[in-house]
């Protein structure tokens, strides 16, 4: 078979029509196709879209402040060692762009993609895995309004079978510690006493470690699973402290990570007990397996951090999918309409209840041509006259 | 006086007409007006012109991933403070955006300007410091292409009265071990025995502490003051091996670091002797002033990093101008036509050869609105048919 050459490399950015200010990261997305060999791959980054288009075409500003594109354009690939080669050269020419991993995370993810289907493995073949282990989906979702919401959310993820549940964000910390008792409360009450609970605190208390300690009675006496982004994900020392605080509830994070080294500081230095990666964010499915290896070597458990989409979901449970002690997969529950129509395909939850890494070709989750069409943004982004983006068109 | 409200913030990208691949930053700029009180206050960004741009005007994805401009327009400042609480806002806002501090920086910058020629007060005055210590400026550069080149550099430097000169970037570190010899020993010739003589490596071993370490005894040799970022700057446990291992060649680095978090975590976990700022990627002079205090309780020293223009001189000085034991600036000697040109005034270098932070009111730098028409960059940004961006025209 001969190389692919990296020539045609489209952006597709899709909204919901109407953006609420909420913390669900599921109404925009930036997509990328790669078409090369008669073969399509698909990449989803976990970014500001806008931003990451500007990052692609971005004129040069010096040698270490280049586009994503110049350094993916040209390129050939054939093997995965090639895709971590262009992702240390994507690295290196922008490491004075802060969004780089950001923007180059879906066209990674892209070539795992495609590279799958032409040798026609799933990707976590690819990855040297011989097994794709059975996880355990849990419901992830924000609190309710009231703890009464939460409760009615609980009751429903367990009616629907799911025996872990996750809820975040909403005003969790924000207020006196009693009023979120009475959500975890309400969690508990509805999933049932055997049910796994986890708490998203959405970096909440910043890296202020006394306020996240006032909550510790209340998590430890609802069984929390664990206790997730209590601080920013830069925020080690206080990580590190709360995490010598807590014998009982296990501290997560790392879905802010960019690179390989932010989530294995907050392995070594964080001491948190779970590290959670977005494969859209951290620069891909590479950077995401290495992580995945770090974490086992010391005994903390990896876990995908998935909210959005089945085709994110499926590149998210690649690089743990032959790790059998990762047992935990994130499963998103209240996708917006964008993120549930824009696949063809789903990684449904399995007659056991369980999730499996896709045993097709590539990622085996196809985008819909026709919702790309009903959500696609237009855009358009000229320099000293020139045109150097537009929203591409679709046939 | 009434407060300022922030209501008029115009970004002008400047570049030169050719960009090299080299490592020269001042090649382009993102320069910052914000416009009250019949007064206008300036500010630099140190960043990917293009995706700041975007940054500052990206439709919102989500609670946390917004535009900075919509945490900006609009709100009142009439203290110091209130800079710091604005900055808190945006990094919450803005917190699934790494591109955001390096976005804010130049506004942050502006502020201060703004906030000081208001009270006709010095910037460094703002930030409570007394008296403006005189730094000895270091003249910074680029390797030459051959030692020989490199020897004329530093010969001339010190024709010109710097005492202490840095080398940076160049082939250093990308060859043999002997030939970076040859250019330390050159610089080491022409700069004379007693001058300060600075490497930088520019990231170059990425985080193979192996390939400095084969450096340390020419740097220990030449008697180099500092080895400046051998690694990339979330390479924590590269830096501390390196430091362990180097007891003459102190290690410097942070210039890359985008929040407080990152250059505490340099000094706490990296052992480095010197933390590097550069107040146009950081978030502004006040999170530069933060860590100049952190280093100054962990008895490390803090140093600006500045490659360009005055304007981000002044800027870059102000965080440290009162302490006395940091007492090294880096001082720009071979920026762009471009970076030249920009400003109307400079920050000289005394008869005594040191450099001071400006007494004028703000930062003492005011930009030369021909040569920001002379090097204007036209952008235009369109999303669904809208112009959410274009380049202000000038009067």
């Known amino acids: 078979m001969s190389l692919v050459k990296i020539e045609h490399v489209d952006f597709f950015y899709l909204a919901m029509p109407d953006i609420l200010d909420i913390a669900d990261g599921s109404q925009d997305t930036l997509l990328v196709r790669i078409q090369a060999d008669g073969l399509s791959g698909w990449g989803e980054c976990e970014t500001s879209p806008l931003v990451s288009l500007a990052n692609w075409v971005t004129p040069m500003s010096h040698s270490i402040c280049q586009s994503v594109r110049s350094s993916v354009i040209g390129q050939e690939i054939d093997h995965p060692d090639d895709i971590r080669h262009l992702g240390q050269l994507v690295d290196r020419r922008g490491l004075d762009i802060a969004q780089t991993a950001h923007t180059f995370s879906g066209i990674e993810i892209a070539l795992w993609d495609l590279l799958g289907k032409r040798a026609r493995l799933p990707v976590y073949r690819l990855l040297g895995f011989d097994h794709a282990y059975a996880k355990t989906p849990y419901a992830s979702q924000l609190f309710g309004e009231t703890p009464e919401a939460t409760y009615e959310k609980a009751r429903q993820s367990r009616d629907q079978g799911f025996r872990a549940v996750k809820f975040g964000w909403g005003n969790y910390g924000t207020g006196a510690p009693e009023a979120d008792d009475e959500h975890l409360s309400a969690a508990r009450r509805g999933l049932g006493n055997d049910g ?66 932010m989530a294995k500081h907050l392995i070594d230095y964080g001491k948190i007990g779970f590290i959670q990666i977005d494969t859209g964010r951290i620069g891909g499915i590479g950077p995401a397996k290495a992580v995945a290896d770090y974490a086992l070597e010391h005994e903390v458990t990896f876990v995908n951090h998935t909210f959005t989409t089945h085709l994110a979901l499926s590149a998210s449970l690649a690089p743990f999918a032959g790790i059998e002690a990762c ?46 069409q009903e959500y696609l943004v237009d855009v358009e982004i000229k320099v000293s006259g020139k045109t150097i983006y537009s929203t591409p068109k679709l046939p």
């Open 196 to 261: 796994l609970l986890m708490v998203d605190a959405g970096t909440v208390w910043g890296s202020n470690v006394d306020q996240a300690k006032l909550r510790l009675p209340s998590l430890t006496e609802h069984r929390v699973f664990w206790l997730e982004e209590p601080f920013v994900g830069d925020a080690l020392a206080a990580y590190q402290e709360l995490a010598a605080a807590s014998p009982d509830v296990k501290i997560a994070g790392g879905e802010g990570a960019f690179n390989f080294h």
């Open 327 to 372: 047992h935990l997969c994130e499963f998103p529950v209240e996708a917006s309409r964008l993120a549930v129509k824009l696949n063809n395909h789903e990684l449904a939850r399995h007659e056991d209840g369980m999730v499996r890494a896709s045993e097709e070709p590539g990622l085996g989750v196809e985008p819909n041509l026709e919702a790309i």
